[in-house]
């Protein structure tokens, strides 16, 4: 069964159930008929014997005489007239029966003569003699079953053909359904084969559920080639910042090795590794915190945190580390508190204000503002720096992305991870983070944090 296409199953239980269902109704549509057949047959046996008998009036003792409106046969009933002694007076005994029945005054009865069904019913007639006569009516109930089941073969040749048609007609329209199916599956293995993303199967706008799933197929498919191209494009990034520190070793270790002579030459050149290590270093620790972020795998401890607290010393700490001359403007509401994972919380405020001082020209002002609204936190950081142009913003969160080459320029430049970072960690938080800046005139970022 599992080897036959779901088309031909489908059709096949149609069919199946169809067959079914027009049994049932066949068999209870002819048992309904023969009941109905036999009722109206024994109530018309019935209705014409009495009728007769009311207009049954013989005058004088002649019991040979036939009156006037009397029929030997009415409404396929067969009339006789028998007098006590069951001579047959008037009428003809049907052909087939040979019986003689006793007389049973208004009783109807069924016998079965020959392999033939009859009703007899008798209906006894007063003489003004004091003498009887007997009206026997003969009805033949074969005759009416032959009817009945005449019209069963008719309707089981209609009904069997109406079922294949429907049948047919089902597979149709199933083998037309599914066309969505087909085309899904010829595109999954198109892109299995030649592992070409791009394919869509595009089969259009509709309402059913087949619709809905190849859209929501194109739109899986839209999601893992950005998803493909986002860590291909990680995968060459992250391989071009590790390149550059690595020759740079490499180039220092091979001076120290065939040219240094002096002391001095020699620390120079360790500086200059150390340097580029520590970059390494840190650019590791940021890749492995991202993958950590991507599986979902990296453990968060949600506490009551007193943010005022925790931005103060974010704040000192990067005063301390930083050497331009930056002013750091300060603007804490005191005693805000939420819960927070405080090591991811740090990070995010570490990020946007060292973002803020790496692309702030000497001489500039960097203002960091904490505010407690009704049902939020709301954390920004501004500056006067270099700014971002409108078409770089809303690329800004992207992993590696820098919009302007000089950023990369200054000491421990930006490696383009840092905003990618802190997207995160304030979707993380249930919060939001936002900027917006004008090329040449700074920036301004915009974090918020639900109370709650």
Same mark, same amino acid.
């Given at each position: 069964?599992?080897?036959?296409?779901?088309?031909?199953?489908?059709?096949?239980?149609?069919?199946?159930?169809?067959?079914?269902?027009?049994?049932?109704?066949?068999?209870? #549509? %002819?048992? $309904?008929?023969?009941?109905? +057949?036999?009722?109206?047959?024994?109530?018309?046996?019935?209705?014409?014997?009495?009728?007769?008998?009311?207009?049954?009036?013989?005058?004088?003792?002649?019991?040979?005489?036939?009156?006037?409106?009397?029929?030997?046969?009415?409404?396929?009933?067969?009339?006789?007239?028998?007098?006590?002694?069951?001579?047959?007076?008037?009428?003809?005994?049907?052909?087939?029966?040979?019986?003689?029945?006793?007389?049973?005054?208004?009783?109807?009865?069924?016998?079965? /003569?020959?392999?033939?069904? =009859? =009703? $007899?019913?008798?209906?006894?007639?007063?003489?003004?003699?004091?003498?009887?006569?007997?009206?026997?009516?003969?009805?033949?109930?074969?005759?009416?079953? =032959?009817?009945?089941?005449?019209?069963?073969?008719?309707?089981?040749?209609?009904?069997?053909?109406?079922?294949?048609?429907?049948?047919?007609?089902?597979?149709?329209?199933? !083998?037309?359904?599914? &066309?969505?199916?087909?085309?899904?599956? !010829?595109?999954?293995?198109?892109?299995?084969?030649?592992?070409?993303?791009?394919?869509?199967?595009? /089969?259009?706008?509709? !309402?059913?559920?087949?619709?809905?799933?190849?859209?929501?197929?194109?739109?899986?498919?839209?999601?893992?080639?950005?998803?493909?191209?986002?860590?291909?494009?990680?995968?060459?990034?992250?391989?071009?910042?590790?390149?550059?520190?690595?020759?740079?070793?490499?180039?220092?270790?091979?001076?120290?090795?065939?040219?240094?002579?002096?002391?001095?030459?020699?620390?120079?050149?360790?500086?200059? +590794?150390?340097?580029?290590?520590?970059?390494?270093?840190?650019?590791?620790?940021?890749?492995?915190?991202?993958?950590?972020?991507?599986?979902?795998?990296?453990?968060?401890?949600?506490?009551?945190?007193?943010?005022?607290?925790?931005?103060?010393?974010?704040?000192?700490?990067?005063?301390?580390?930083?050497?331009?001359?930056?002013?750091?403007?300060?603007?804490?509401?005191?005693?805000? %508190?939420?819960?927070?994972?405080?090591?991811?919380?740090?990070?995010?405020?570490?990020?946007?204000?060292?973002?803020?001082?790496? =692309?702030?020209?000497?001489?500039?002002?960097?203002?960091?503002?904490?505010?407690?609204?009704?049902?939020? /936190?709301?954390?920004?950081?501004?500056?006067?720096? $270099?700014? $971002?142009?409108?078409?770089?913003?809303?690329?800004?969160?992207?992993?590696?992305?820098?919009?302007?080459?000089?950023?990369?320029?200054?000491?421990?430049?930006? #490696?383009?991870?840092?905003?990618?970072? &802190?997207?995160?960690?304030?979707?993380?938080?249930?919060?939001?983070?936002?900027? !917006?800046?004008?090329?040449?005139?700074?920036?301004?970022?915009?974090?918020?944090?639900?109370?709650?």
């Amino acid at each position: 069964m599992s080897r036959i296409s779901v088309k031909l199953r489908v059709t096949l239980w149609y069919l199946i159930i169809m067959i079914i269902m027009s049994s049932v109704v066949l068999v209870a #549509m %002819t048992s $309904i008929s023969e009941e109905m +057949v036999s009722r109206d047959a024994s109530e018309r046996i019935t209705r014409t014997v009495r009728d007769m008998s009311r207009r049954f009036h013989i005058p004088g003792d002649d019991l040979r005489f036939a009156p006037p409106g009397f029929k030997l046969y009415e409404q396929g009933v067969h009339m006789v007239v028998y007098d006590n002694e069951l001579n047959l007076i008037a009428g003809q005994i049907p052909f087939g029966i040979e019986e003689e029945f006793e007389l049973e005054n208004d009783k109807l009865r069924k016998e079965n /003569i020959n392999g033939n069904q =009859y =009703y $007899i019913y008798d209906s006894e007639i007063k003489l003004r003699g004091g003498d009887s006569l007997w009206l026997r009516g003969i009805m033949s109930v074969t005759d009416a079953g =032959y009817a009945v089941k005449s019209a069963l073969k008719n309707n089981v040749i209609l009904t069997i053909i109406l079922i294949f048609a429907a049948a047919a007609g089902g597979y149709f329209i199933i !083998k037309r359904a599914f &066309v969505p199916v087909s085309k899904i599956s !010829k595109t999954a293995k198109e892109i299995a084969d030649s592992s070409d993303l791009s394919r869509r199967i595009n /089969i259009g706008e509709g !309402k059913d559920e087949i619709f809905a799933l190849a859209n929501t197929f194109d739109e899986m498919l839209d999601k893992i080639e950005q998803s493909f191209e986002r860590e291909k494009q990680f995968t060459q990034d992250a391989s071009h910042e590790l390149r550059t520190p690595v020759a740079v070793i490499l180039s220092e270790c091979e001076y120290m090795e065939e040219c240094a002579k002096t002391d001095e030459e020699f620390k120079e050149s360790a500086a200059s +590794v150390k340097k580029q290590a520590e970059k390494m270093s840190k650019l590791i620790s940021e890749l492995l915190m991202i993958s950590r972020m991507d599986k979902n795998t990296l453990k968060t401890n949600f506490e009551e945190t007193d943010i005022s607290e925790l931005l103060a010393f974010v704040c000192d700490e990067q005063e301390e580390i930083r050497t331009e001359d930056i002013l750091l403007e300060r603007n804490i509401m005191p005693c805000v %508190t939420a819960k927070a994972d405080r090591f991811l919380l740090a990070r995010l405020f570490i990020n946007l204000i060292s973002n803020a001082y790496q =692309y702030s020209e000497s001489g500039g002002t960097i203002k960091v503002t904490l505010k407690e609204g009704i049902d939020r /936190i709301v954390f920004e950081v501004s500056d006067n720096g $270099i700014g $971002i142009s409108e078409e770089d913003l809303p690329k800004i969160w992207e992993r590696f992305y820098q919009a302007d080459a000089s950023r990369t320029a200054k000491e421990n430049g930006s #490696m383009g991870l840092g905003l990618s970072m &802190v997207k995160w960690i304030a979707e993380c938080h249930g919060g939001r983070v936002s900027a !917006k800046s004008e090329l040449g005139c700074g920036s301004t970022f915009i974090f918020w944090l639900p109370k709650n």
